[in-house]
């Protein structure tokens, strides 16, 4: 499975940037929607930490306090596809963010993508 995240980048604080991670390979009989999404990030020095969850078919999300009222998790399954949109983002949120797709013990992991809040 490949796993590709693009829209990191620099943003001034108050921006919004809005990351997209997608899959392909799967394998035959697997459908991508079974697949509980998370987005995870890791600033410099600290441990990497779940900031938002979708569950498989999209019927539950879930965010850590931080990022709660400011950043959407959503997914599209035909396309394969779980986006971030991150909207007032504050310097605090400068880390570099991972996808993640889950089924079970499977996992598959985005490569990261750096995002900077700064002015």
């Known amino acids: 499975v490949e796993v590709v995240e693009t829209g990191g980048g620099l943003v001034q604080p108050g921006g919004s940037l809005n990351l997209s991670c997608t899959f392909s390979g799967f394998t035959s009989g697997v459908t991508f929607s079974g697949y509980g999404l998370g987005w995870f990030r890791q600033a410099p020095g600290t441990e990497r930490e779940l900031i938002a969850f979708?569950?498989?078919?999209?019927?539950?999300?879930n965010y850590a306090g931080t990022v709660k009222d400011r950043f959407t998790i959503s997914r599209d399954d035909e396309k394969k596809v779980v986006y971030l949109q991150m909207n007032n983002l504050k310097p605090r949120d400068t880390a570099v963010y991972y996808c993640r797709a889950q089924r079970t013990t499977v996992y598959y992991w985005g490569q990261g993508i750096q995002v900077t809040v700064s002015s």
């Open positions: 979708i569950s498989n078919m999209g019927g539950l999300t």
